[in-house]
């Protein structure tokens, strides 16, 4: 009697394969997710010093002294790229609160939150925020975002 020959993989090799597979699967995609957000974070933290040096910039030259009301005004001017002045990138929404004042009396706020504070598309686990002073703060508040300049004052010092 002639044995057939294998032609194929049988059920419970194939089960076992995808088995391992989703093992794999299950260890690696929560290291990514959280890759994913270290590097919005950072991405945020860069953004913040961007808009700190073209606000810097504006006030020294077309703002007459004064800080820009918003990030559009810094894109209009070319301070800051296409992106970034649209008030999102990398999964952080960017606004700048409460410019007021000219030469020395001139004040703003600007902060970074993330787009979405919750669940596994969780694009940040810290906001960040800064004033004319250039210092960067930032906390893991993520209740709410900070709409004024007082409230981005308030962020704790990251040391960044």
Do not use: C, W
């Not at 419970?12 to 299950?26: D, M, R």
């Not at 957000?37 to 606000?55: F, K, P, V, W, Y």
């Not at 800051?80 to 002045?85: F, I």
């Amino acid at each position: 009697m002639k044995n057939k020959s294998q032609l194929g993989f049988s059920l419970i090799e194939l089960l076992i394969v995808v088995a391992i597979i989703g093992i794999i699967a299950s260890i690696a995609i929560p290291s990514l997710v959280a890759s994913r957000r270290a590097a919005n974070e950072g991405s945020a933290q860069s953004s913040i010093r961007t808009l700190h040096s073209a606000q810097v910039t504006y006030q020294a030259t077309s703002g007459n002294g004064a800080y820009a009301a918003n990030v559009t005004t810094l894109r209009g001017e070319t301070l800051v790229d296409s992106v970034l002045g649209s008030g999102t990138k990398s999964g952080y929404d960017f606004a700048i609160v409460e410019q007021a004042g000219q030469n020395a009396d001139a004040v703003y706020g600007v902060y970074a939150f993330p787009s979405v504070t919750t669940g596994i598309t969780q694009t940040g686990t810290r906001r960040f925020g800064t004033t004319e002073d250039g210092v960067m703060h930032g906390d893991a508040d993520l209740t709410a975002k900070p709409t004024t300049r007082a409230a981005i004052t308030a962020l704790a010092n990251l040391g960044n």
